[in-house]
């Protein structure tokens, strides 16, 4: 499910507001304003401006006469309208994810020609390490391990390495392990110096 609300960084806009409510609309036509105005954080004397907007603008209808039995339901013109904000919505984010892409790639092509570094391994495989491994893609570098901490995640597939235990770390050949969260990074880096001693190299998204 899209829910482009739970985002902590892009500025809700009046478009990115209406974007949020037919999107909850489109997920459950028999949500309440109140479940609205919480999933899309959003006040309920808002929520009402914009239903009764997409209302009249015939981007949505109404149905049932109390609160337990209305309904919201898209209409053609809602659908389409729905469409094209998420396709614009999915380009500014493209934008947002080649930029950063750029700036890691950036930084771990200038870690090879400056220290020599060939081979990494990755600690975290959270959605930050999908933008880390896309960069090293586009240099001279290699992935040959990815590791996490979290029990669920291992033994799971990521971009055809298996994820393992952070203590897979000892017999990994890699020259250095690259953090891929911006969270815990003093506690991750504590925890491979343990494992692998003070020599392998530490690479911290933030010092890029």
């Given at each position: ?105 950036r ?58 235990a952070?203590e ?27 494992l692998m ?12």
């Open positions: 499910m899209i829910q482009p609300f739970q985002s902590k960084f892009l500025t809700p806009t009046k478009k990115f507001r209406r974007l949020s409510i037919l999107l909850a609309i489109r997920n459950d036509p028999r949500i309440s304003q109140h479940k609205v105005a919480r999933v899309t954080h959003l006040s309920s004397s808002m929520v009402n401006n914009y239903m009764k907007e997409l209302q009249q603008e015939g981007l949505i209808t109404v149905t049932g006469n109390t609160n337990r039995t209305q309904e919201y339901h898209l209409t053609s013109s809602g659908r389409d309208e729905l469409i094209s904000a998420l396709l614009s919505y999915s380009a500014e984010i493209i934008q947002l994810y080649g930029a950063a892409k750029r700036e890691l790639t930084g771990l092509r200038n870690m090879h020609l400056e220290e020599g570094i060939r081979t990494v391994a990755l600690f975290g495989a959270a959605e930050t390490a999908e933008v880390v491994y896309a960069a090293i893609k586009e240099t001279p570098l290699a992935v040959t391990a990815i590791v996490d901490s979290d029990r669920t995640k291992q033994g799971k597939r990521f971009n055809g390495l298996t994820i393992q952070p897979q770390l000892i017999g990994i050949n890699a020259e250095a392990v690259v953090i891929t969260s911006f969270a815990r990074q003093e506690e991750i880096q504590e925890c491979i110096h343990q001693g003070k020599q392998i190299k530490v690479i911290r998204l933030s010092d890029l």
